[in-house]
């Protein structure tokens, strides 16, 4: 494809949650993008197998705080980064409402916005379906990060907790409407394909090929698996689950107590709360939980 853009005019633009990007032109292998990132919103390079491009990134406004395992760094409008090619996973916030330009020498913009576009529609329009009141998957991933970050996790974990968190639920796609939908309380043959959700998550990431996504699929597996290893769906405990996948599984349980869903009234924090500590070292992991109770009042 090769392509140029005129003045407040862009290739091809896609919205997803907190983020817009535009192709603004590419020629030659080499795309540049303008990102607009929302307040909060994360970003991030990784590193691929086989994938040699040089990949540069510039703040046009606004500032973005890139997390590094002692620490942080902050980029200002005018500061840049470039690596050649990238060879660890770098994982960027926006600090308010922030634009910067990205460039690539090999394509990559319909590569990934296309299926992560599609993903997001997918995941929202589930929530819905789940009798949730509206974006239930963007608190679970802003809920995740924060303990995460507060749990000192890498780079890399936390770039695949944000993927995770947002998409814990995608399996629900392949459950029967009229077992999601039911009002009632499942029988145990509906709960047993209920509890299939978990698996299929994993294999709907695993099909886009896109080795970010692939491998939150291990940890949307597991977020339903408890650390006294009464969970699902391998009935794994304490250490063999990943710490992902547990920190998932305690902010999804906040969230769901203390969200209004469409059939009932949701709990107060405090309720929520708690419960959470009730359950500490049976069904959540124990350190994930004080982390919790460290941050609660971020909630």
């Given at each position: 494809?090769?392509?140029?853009?005129?003045?407040?005019?862009?290739?091809?633009?896609?919205?997803?949650?907190?983020?817009?990007?535009?192709?603004?032109?590419?020629?030659?292998?080499?795309?540049?993008?303008?990102?607009?990132?929302?307040?909060?919103?994360?970003?991030?390079?990784?590193p691929?197998?086989?994938?040699?491009?040089?990949?540069?990134?510039?703040?046009?406004s606004?500032?973005?705080?890139?997390?590094?395992?002692?620490?942080?760094?902050?980029?200002?409008?005018?500061?840049?980064?470039?690596?050649?090619?990238?060879?660890?996973?770098?994982?960027?916030?926006?600090?308010?409402?922030?634009?910067?330009?990205?460039?690539?020498?090999q394509?990559?913009?319909?590569?990934?916005?296309?299926i992560?576009?599609?993903?997001?529609?997918?995941?929202?329009?589930?929530?819905?379906?789940?009798?949730?009141?509206?974006?239930?998957?963007?608190?679970?991933?802003?809920?995740?990060?924060?303990?995460?970050?507060?749990?000192?996790?890498?780079?890399?974990?936390?770039?695949?907790?944000?993927?995770?968190?947002?998409?814990?639920?995608?399996?629900?796609?392949?459950?029967?409407?009229?077992?999601?939908?039911?009002?009632?309380?499942?029988?145990?043959?509906?709960?047993?394909?209920m509890?299939?959700?978990?698996?299929?998550?994993?294999?709907?990431?695993?099909?886009?090929?896109?080795?970010?996504?692939m491998?939150?699929?291990?940890?949307?597996?597991?977020?339903?698996?408890?650390?006294?290893?009464?969970?699902?769906?391998?009935?794994?405990?304490?250490?063999?689950?990943?710490?992902?996948?547990?920190?998932?599984?305690v902010?999804?349980?906040?969230?769901?107590?203390?969200?209004?869903?469409?059939?009932?009234?949701?709990?107060?924090?405090?309720?929520?709360?708690?419960?959470?500590?009730?359950?500490?070292?049976?069904?959540y992991?124990?350190?994930?939980?004080?982390?919790?109770?460290d941050?609660?009042?971020?909630?």
């Amino acid at each position: 494809m090769k392509g140029i853009g005129n003045k407040n005019h862009f290739i091809e633009t896609v919205q997803m949650k907190g983020l817009t990007i535009s192709l603004i032109a590419s020629a030659d292998q080499t795309e540049i993008i303008h990102h607009k990132l929302e307040p909060n919103t994360r970003w991030a390079l990784e590193p691929e197998e086989g994938w040699e491009a040089l990949e540069y990134l510039i703040v046009v406004s606004g500032e973005l705080k890139l997390s590094t395992n002692g620490g942080y760094e902050i980029y200002k409008t005018g500061d840049s980064f470039y690596r050649s090619p990238v060879k660890e996973h770098y994982v960027f916030q926006s600090i308010g409402t922030t634009e910067f330009l990205y460039v690539s020498s090999q394509p990559v913009f319909h590569r990934y916005s296309q299926i992560s576009r599609d993903l997001m529609n997918l995941a929202i329009s589930i929530e819905k379906k789940d009798g949730y009141t509206g974006d239930h998957c963007a608190r679970i991933s802003k809920l995740s990060m924060l303990v995460g970050e507060a749990m000192g996790l890498n780079s890399k974990q936390l770039l695949r907790l944000n993927m995770a968190s947002f998409f814990h639920d995608i399996g629900k796609v392949k459950i029967p409407l009229d077992i999601l939908l039911k009002p009632e309380k499942l029988t145990q043959e509906e709960w047993e394909i209920m509890k299939m959700h978990t698996s299929y998550g994993r294999q709907v990431l695993e099909e886009t090929k896109l080795p970010l996504l692939m491998s939150a699929g291990l940890v949307v597996e597991q977020h339903h698996e408890r650390y006294d290893g009464k969970g699902y769906p391998f009935g794994l405990a304490k250490d063999e689950i990943e710490v992902e996948a547990s920190i998932i599984s305690v902010v999804d349980s906040y969230d769901a107590m203390t969200t209004d869903r469409s059939y009932q009234k949701g709990r107060s924090k405090e309720e929520a709360i708690l419960e959470i500590n009730r359950c500490r070292g049976t069904m959540y992991n124990p350190i994930i939980v004080d982390v919790f109770n460290d941050v609660k009042h971020k909630l």
